[in-house]
């Protein structure tokens, strides 16, 4: 569900309460959280915190040996002094009374500590384009070689990291261009109008502090406002803000797809 805005602020707030903080005390609540490592305590006990960065939809902290690679997927929540909770799974405590712990409802995310190599070659292997940093060369090379409806291949994080089922929709109704049009059909305006809206949604989406959908809060416990500005996610049947015509839906790569049949192509 967090897609790259609302994991930006995760870490954006993390870097605020956290940084340069020493790892003081772990307790594992939930084995399947850090993948069964049986010595996740013990590399990550005494340990400096030196970074917090995102890269697509994963959060990294830099250890002053390693990395803990966090990935939130579903209903994962990393916070700061939270509540603990029978959701709780992982505390890493900072002092006596400060401490930063995971919860999660569905316990699909995972905690994973990682040498430097090993996280470069995770990162490699698994992680597509940084949309912020990307340039258009880049992205037209990386996209071109898909075929297929155009939104499953904006999903794909091996192509591009960090935009999931909201921000493609929004993305797609913005540059005029219907999520299951084919991806090798499109032209180098169409292109061109996706590169801009993935970096200017993303941007402001960014700013809103994301988009809260269920129950999606930074690690400061904060809420987004993007939700207010979706112009066709969640809003299957209302009025196109283009058109005014009614908005339609579809399933692409088994995901829920509102957009608007007469004013985006395809
Ligand atoms: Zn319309």
Not at 154 to 183: C, H, M, R, W
Not at 200 to 206: H, V, W
Not at 239 to 263: E, H, M, Q, W, Y
């Amino acid at each position: 569900m967090p897609e790259l805005p609302e994991v930006e602020n995760v870490v954006r707030g993390l870097k605020k309460n956290i940084l340069n903080k020493k790892i003081c005390g772990v307790e594992v609540l939930t084995e399947s959280i850090i993948n069964g490592d049986q010595n996740f305590t013990q590399k990550v006990q005494g340990q400096i915190i030196e970074d917090i960065q995102r890269r697509g939809k994963y959060i990294i902290i830099k250890l002053n040996q390693g990395n803990l690679l966090i990935h939130l997927r579903m209903t994962g929540k990393l916070l700061y002094n939270g509540d603990k909770d029978k959701h709780t799974h992982l505390i890493l405590y900072l002092s006596q009374d400060t401490w930063l712990s995971y919860k999660d409802v569905r316990k699909f995310g995972r905690i994973l500590y990682l040498s430097d190599s090993q996280l470069q070659n995770y990162l490699a292997t698994k992680v597509g384009l940084e949309p912020l940093e990307m340039s258009f060369e880049e992205f037209s090379q990386r996209i071109m070689k898909k075929k297929g409806p155009i939104k499953k291949n904006l999903l794909d994080q091996g192509v591009i990291a960090g935009i999931g089922n909201i921000y493609a929709d929004e993305i797609l109704f913005a540059s005029g261009v219907k999520p299951q049009y084919p991806t090798e059909k499109l032209d180098p305006a169409d292109l061109k109008a996706i590169y801009e809206n993935i970096k200017s949604i993303l941007a402001i989406a960014i700013e809103a502090g994301g988009s809260t959908i269920r129950d999606y809060v930074d690690s400061t416990g904060k809420a987004g406002d993007f939700q207010n500005f979706h112009k066709v996610y969640g809003r299957f049947g209302q009025a196109c803000v283009r058109c005014n015509s009614s908005l339609d839906k579809t399933k692409i790569a088994g995901r829920t797809t509102v957009f608007c049949p007469d004013c985006q192509k395809g």
